[in-house]
């Protein structure tokens, strides 16, 4: 965790501390109030990562019901398809501009939901359920900050998060980060689906092309 926070985030955290299970309005109103920039965290920022990180994850702030995370995107970074586990409230800020999907689990099948886009200075919502994907398609850094809460006793903070990977018709639980190739360490439990949707598997294969790319050649590959 870093010691010398800037102090609008510091005060970020105060208020979500002094505030019980924050709604997305709450979440959304504190983070217009706090006023803070992309350009005011990026002294905080590194996007030299190792090559199996898939986007780079800094801690800023820690305690038993809230988490902060600055991420780091290089071009060609990604998450894997995840959902956030024992996570009960929290958002995403957005510091430049990500390819976004979301999906939903019907039937025991994971389906695609969305492919919104997620711009410069929106905020997402972020609940233990919502399965997405997001990374940085684009050719210069960016960067986001994840606020996760948990106000359950008996709830540990953003624990057992299902990751996916269709390629392989897989879902691991973890307590780890969403990575595209998660460590063997962090797998808690595993399982196959029997089936994957086809529009999901070509549309994830094409984002995932990208990172592939810069784990080959250090960088993403353009095709025109
Ligand atoms: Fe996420």
Not at 163 to 192: H, M, S
Request: with cysteine; net charge neutral; hydrophobic share 35%.
């Amino acid at each position: 965790m870093i010691t010398n926070l800037p102090l609008k985030i510091k005060k970020l955290a105060r208020e979500l501390e002094a505030f019980d299970s924050p709604d997305f309005d709450f979440l959304k109103k504190t983070i217009a109030k706090t006023e803070f920039s992309g350009k005011e965290l990026d002294h905080l920022a590194s996007f030299n990562h190792p090559s199996d990180q898939s986007y780079g994850r800094h801690l800023l702030y820690e305690s038993r019901r809230l988490k902060i995370f600055l991420m780091c995107w290089a071009p060609g970074d990604f998450t894997a398809i995840h959902d956030h586990g024992q996570t009960q409230w929290g958002c995403v800020v957005a510091f430049g501009n990500f390819t976004h999907r979301v999906y939903s689990l019907e039937d025991s099948r994971l389906k695609l939901k969305s492919v919104d886009p997620f711009g410069e200075g929106q905020v997402a919502c972020l609940t233990g359920d919502l399965i997405h994907m997001m990374g940085n398609a684009g050719d210069n850094n960016i960067m986001s900050l994840h606020i996760y809460g948990s106000d359950s006793n008996n709830k540990s903070l953003a624990k057992r998060s299902r990751v996916y990977f269709p390629e392989k018709r897989k879902v691991i639980t973890t307590n780890g980060p969403a990575f595209l190739n998660c460590p063997e360490d962090t797998i808690l439990e595993q399982e196959y689906f029997d089936s994957v949707d086809k529009d999901l598997l070509l549309d994830y294969l094409n984002l995932i092309k990208l990172r592939s790319e810069k784990t080959l050649t250090g960088y993403p590959v353009r095709s025109n």
